[in-house]
């Protein structure tokens, strides 16, 4: 397996790094073992230290490594900017709420004894495999938490984000955290399966493709090891006759066009009310129109180009196969655009019915679908017709009516009248195909605990 950058900007190749030699694997697992015993004896008010330590780092050299992002997957500098401090946000969350959060908890009143209590400890290493479209957040979610548990972390990104991947590590050894507490490797896929292998490794996180989600939760099934997977999502972003449709049409371009679509919470469906139709899908074309191509670390540009030549070629073959489905295009030019980058101009499509070869499928990029529909009820069928449940929005002027059809969809979580967004404070993932686990919040730090009860 080839980690290499590439500027989607461009087509140019920026670096390559070496696949990792079996040894170095050896190694990193030796490593994060002994880190594992070690850190069982210290103070979590020191691991604490050490991730504030981290978090002033990123905040240092903010703009450092925020290039690493654009240039390396291709998100525009701002986005990659509010990445970066998104991270900070993360790791100074767990420094500072993590102490209590895995303080004994204290169990009174019990059929039988006394009392109980139960504490909080590792299990061992986690390997955690992360995607290219947030190459820093993906990495701190899972660390920043495991970190303050002791559980040691071996991180094998995306082949196309090496830079970004080793600059975290390098970040790591740069504000003292020690040895083994994180390690990034380039593993070819034989390795990673010997890591899942691995008896020193206890747990594995994952955030991808379903495909790569079914296979490698397969591998660590087998091995009795604790997973969590966060996957696809095909996203509703649904309009209320009552909504104020300029917001709405604002925060429906920005929720499908930020990082060019290549988010897994992006508003993939728009579910628009018979009523407000028309209006939306007329100032909807009119935001869309405002995003135009251009190089990521220009302040100005207002659209990334998608992170690959594969991740073009696969979202051009997903649209035609759409069409020839039945879909119509409402907004955009599907002819392959050319360039050395890997630009893919935004569409609107509707017409997707359930016997389209696509309908099921998440296209991960500036693609949006539109839907009318007749009633609130028509809505939430539409919306739990998927096989999906990641995320979602709701827009209406009646802040308790959007709560209450918030609890109809079947996601893992749902914004209303805002862009959903990930916060450090809130638990973060999906139910059905979209996965399983949580990430962030006081529910991401108990994923790989040991959660032991002690009977008195």
Not at 350 to 377: C, H, K, W
Request: aromatic letters at 8%.
């Amino acid at each position: 397996m080839a980690y290499t950058a590439v500027n989607p900007h461009n087509g140019e190749t920026i670096q390559t790094f070496a696949t990792a030699t079996d040894e170095q694997i050896s190694h990193i697992l030796e490593q994060a073992e002994e880190y594992y015993h070690q850190a069982q004896k210290e103070s979590l008010d020191k691991r604490a230290d050490l991730l504030n330590k981290l978090a002033d780092e990123f905040e240092a050299h903010l703009d450092d490594y925020a290039r690493l992002s654009s240039t390396n997957m291709g998100k525009l500098i701002n986005e990659s900017r509010s990445e970066v401090k998104s991270i900070i946000n993360y790791a100074r969350y767990y420094a500072k709420e993590g102490p209590e959060l895995l303080q004994p908890q204290k169990y009174n009143k019990l059929s039988v004894g006394d009392q109980a209590h139960v504490e909080f400890s590792g299990i061992g290493t986690i390997l955690a495999v992360e995607p290219w479209n947030f190459p820093f957040t993906q990495v701190m979610r899972v660390f920043a938490p495991n970190f303050m548990l002791g559980n040691p972390v071996i991180l094998k990104h995306a082949s196309i984000v090496p830079q970004p991947a080793q600059a975290f590590e390098d970040a790591c050894q740069k504000v003292g955290i020690p040895q083994g507490a994180f390690a990034n490797a380039f593993a070819s896929h034989k390795q990673i399966d010997h890591i899942i292998d691995d008896p020193r490794v206890q747990g594995f996180a994952l955030t991808g493709s379903e495909r790569a989600g079914r296979n490698l939760a397969a591998k660590a099934a087998k091995n009795l090891m604790k997973s969590t997977l966060e996957l696809g999502g095909t996203d509703i972003f649904a309009v209320l006759a009552d909504a104020d449709i300029d917001k709405a049409a604002k925060d429906a371009a920005q929720a499908r066009l930020s990082n060019a679509g290549q988010v897994c919470t992006a508003a993939k469906r728009y579910l628009v009310s018979d009523e407000v139709y028309d209006e939306f899908l007329d100032k909807v074309k009119k935001e869309f129109d405002k995003y135009q191509f251009g190089d990521p670390l220009d302040e100005k540009t207002t659209l990334a180009p998608l992170s690959s030549q594969s991740a073009k070629d696969q979202l051009q073959e997903q649209v035609e196969k759409v069409i020839a489905g039945g879909s119509k295009v409402l907004y955009g030019d599907p002819t392959p655009t050319d360039g050395p980058g890997f630009q893919f101009s935004p569409l609107i499509l509707t017409g997707m019915e359930t016997d389209n070869p696509m309908y099921e499928e998440e296209l991960f990029g500036p693609v949006a679908q539109i839907y009318r529909v007749s009633s609130e009820d028509e809505m939430v069928k539409l919306a739990n017709n998927s096989r999906h449940g990641l995320g979602g929005a709701i827009y209406t002027a009646d802040t308790e009516h959007g709560n209450k059809l918030a609890s109809r969809i079947e996601t893992g979580q749902v914004a209303v009248n805002r862009i959903l967004d990930e916060q450090a404070e809130v638990p973060f993932g999906g139910v059905k195909d979209s996965g399983y686990g949580r990430e962030l919040s006081d529910w991401g730090i108990y994923e790989f605990a040991n959660i032991k009860t002690v009977l008195n």
